[in-house]
């Protein structure tokens, strides 16, 4: 088997079951734990994993957030849950921003439904999958271009959006603790507040898997939000402590999505 088609393989296994063990990875196929090894540097390198003692995993950590590539294959159900959810928070004729991430992706096709709007985006799936329709004025940010997030940030992005104003912006995290939400890039970071800053109505968008969880960075208080939209209902002791802070969730369901 080919160098390529055996990490791409790998890659495989780690949509599925989030974490592989190095040893069972050379034993599956039929190479030496060196070469394991080698694959998951280059990998991690890549940004595509995160190598733990024994093997790797995507589970994001407080510096680490799994590639974009990584990420559209996962919870699928969920984030059409949370974008219809959000979805119903907009009119046709409003300027609406959408941040990177593959869970604004879902809801940056979903806004068709929508049209006709002005949208705003970093994230270069949106970009790609709107350009040219009818009844969508599209306002592609600029910026350095990430591989890894799938979208464009830094200096030009961030001057971009203090030039830009939206009715409603459309934010996700990957890590949400307490009242604070946080993100593991301080890029990312930065682009996400200028979009807040921009914006009328902000929204949070949060998998219920990644509360209680933290990351490198603070994002910002859950209170800077006009609600934070969720898949599932968290711990019982975690929604007393939003409601008590005055902290909107709204759940999502995934049967009114279908």
């Given at each position: 088997?080919?160098?390529?088609?055996?990490?791409?393989?790998?890659?495989?296994?780690?949509?599925?079951?989030?974490?592989?063990?190095?040893?069972?990875?050379?034993?599956?196929?039929?190479?030496?734990?060196?070469?394991?090894?080698?694959?998951?540097?280059?990998?991690?390198?890549?940004?595509?994993?995160?190598?733990?003692?024994?093997?790797?995993?995507?589970?994001?950590?407080?510096?680490?957030?799994?590639?974009?590539?990584?990420r559209e294959r996962q919870g699928g159900d969920a984030k059409v849950a949370m974008a219809h959810s959000a979805l119903q928070l907009v009119?046709?004729?409003?300027?609406?921003?959408?941040?990177?991430?593959?869970?604004?992706?879902?809801l940056g096709e979903m806004l068709l439904e929508k049209r006709p709007l002005t949208l705003i985006t970093n994230n270069a799936a949106v970009?790609?999958?709107?350009?040219?329709?009818?009844?969508?004025?599209?306002?592609?940010?600029?910026?350095?271009?990430?591989?890894?997030?799938?979208?464009?940030?830094?200096?030009?992005?961030?001057?971009?959006?203090?030039?830009?104003?939206?009715?409603?912006?459309?934010?996700?995290?990957?890590?949400?603790?307490?009242?604070?939400?946080?993100?593991?890039?301080?890029?990312v970071v930065r682009a996400k507040r200028a979009m807040m800053a921009a914006s009328v109505a902000k929204y949070l968008l949060v998998n219920?898997?990644?509360?209680?969880?933290?990351?490198?960075?603070?994002?910002?208080?859950?209170?800077?939000?006009?609600?934070?939209?969720?898949?599932?209902?968290?711990?019982?002791?975690?929604?007393?402590?939003?409601?008590?802070?005055?902290?909107?969730?709204?759940?999502?369901?995934?049967?009114?999505?279908?």
């Amino acid at each position: 088997m080919k160098r390529d088609e055996r990490r791409q393989q790998i890659v495989d296994m780690l949509v599925e079951n989030k974490t592989v063990d190095l040893d069972d990875l050379a034993g599956h196929f039929a190479v030496s734990k060196m070469t394991i090894h080698r694959d998951l540097d280059d990998l991690e390198q890549a940004g595509v994993l995160r190598k733990v003692r024994g093997g790797a995993t995507i589970d994001a950590g407080t510096q680490f957030e799994s590639d974009f590539r990584i990420r559209e294959r996962q919870g699928g159900d969920a984030k059409v849950a949370m974008a219809h959810s959000a979805l119903q928070l907009v009119e046709p004729g409003m300027t609406v921003m959408v941040n990177d991430g593959s869970m604004a992706a879902v809801l940056g096709e979903m806004l068709l439904e929508k049209r006709p709007l002005t949208l705003i985006t970093n994230n270069a799936a949106v970009m790609e999958r709107l350009k040219g329709e009818s009844g969508i004025t599209l306002i592609a940010l600029g910026g350095t271009y990430s591989a890894k997030f799938n979208a464009y940030l830094g200096m030009v992005t961030e001057e971009s959006l203090s030039r830009l104003t939206a009715d409603i912006a459309f934010i996700s995290t990957p890590a949400v603790n307490g009242t604070l939400a946080y993100h593991m890039d301080d890029n990312v970071v930065r682009a996400k507040r200028a979009m807040m800053a921009a914006s009328v109505a902000k929204y949070l968008l949060v998998n219920h898997q990644r509360i209680g969880h933290r990351a490198l960075h603070v994002l910002a208080s859950l209170s800077d939000f006009d609600a934070v939209i969720t898949d599932s209902a968290p711990e019982a002791s975690v929604v007393r402590e939003l409601d008590q802070a005055g902290v909107k969730l709204t759940i999502a369901s995934v049967q009114d999505a279908e």
